[in-house]
């Protein structure tokens, strides 16, 4: 286990009013399998952008784990193993036994990425991650326009991984691949235990509360 520090982070677009966060501190656990969440416009992509390096930024992160962004940038005129091993360094046996638990067609393997289908990419994408050593996963949309097989296999092996950070609009997919919720709200972070239901029912109950 080890931890990623967040601390007294504050970020400002050079064209915006106001900041997105302001002076937030934030510890995150690697071992963690979070769930990312917020309304639009307020700083999941931004934050996702931050930790991956791509924006400067006030404050101060440590961590002592490589971060890695889903998806990343393939050159598709590749063969599909040559894709995944430059990524991760694995073995053959190593990566088809990875593939094999998504249900990826290992034929797929001696084709070009260009030719895969987008459930096949997708698959092929997150066993890279997953099999490189000492890094922790950013995941945007993982099963944006998948058919419905290939979302089930890829919550699956979701649900059997750890340490990452995952965006999605879909809840069910949240429900049941996460056992941590962080929130973004105006200029803060909170983090709850729990999947998305649980977050669900605390932010409800203290709604009502603020109502009442």
């Known amino acids: 286990m080890s931890l990623i520090q967040i601390k007294n982070l504050s970020f400002r677009y050079d064209n915006g009013i106001e900041n997105i966060f302001d002076d937030v501190s934030v510890n995150l656990d690697t071992n963690w399998r979070l769930g990312l969440i ?17 924006l400067k930024y006030d404050g101060i992160i440590t961590k002592n784990v490589d971060i890695d962004y889903f998806p990343f940038k393939v050159d598709e005129n590749k063969l ?4 995944i091993q430059d990524f991760c360094m694995a073995e053959d046996w190593e990566i088809i036994k990875e593939l094999n638990i998504l249900n990826f067609n290992i034929e797929a393997l001696y084709r070009t990425f260009q030719t895969l289908s987008g459930g096949e990419k997708v698959k092929a994408m997150l066993v890279a991650l997953f099999l490189k050593d000492n890094n922790f996963l950013l995941i945007d949309e993982p099963t944006n326009h998948l058919d419905d097989v ?3 296999d890829v919550e699956k092996y979701l649900k059997n991984k750890k340490g990452f950070i995952l965006v999605s609009h879909d809840r069910n997919l949240l429900n049941k691949v996460t056992d941590h919720i962080m929130a973004i709200n105006n200029s803060n972070i909170d983090i709850i235990q729990g999947n998305y239901s649980v977050w669900k029912e605390a932010f409800d109950r203290q709604n009502n509360f603020e109502l009442k």
Do not use: A, H
């Open 80 to 83: 599909t193993m040559e894709v």
């Open 38 to 54: 917020g309304r639009n416009g307020k700083g999941k992509t931004t934050l996702l952008q931050i930790l991956s390096g791509k």
């Open 150 to 152: 290939s979302k089930l």
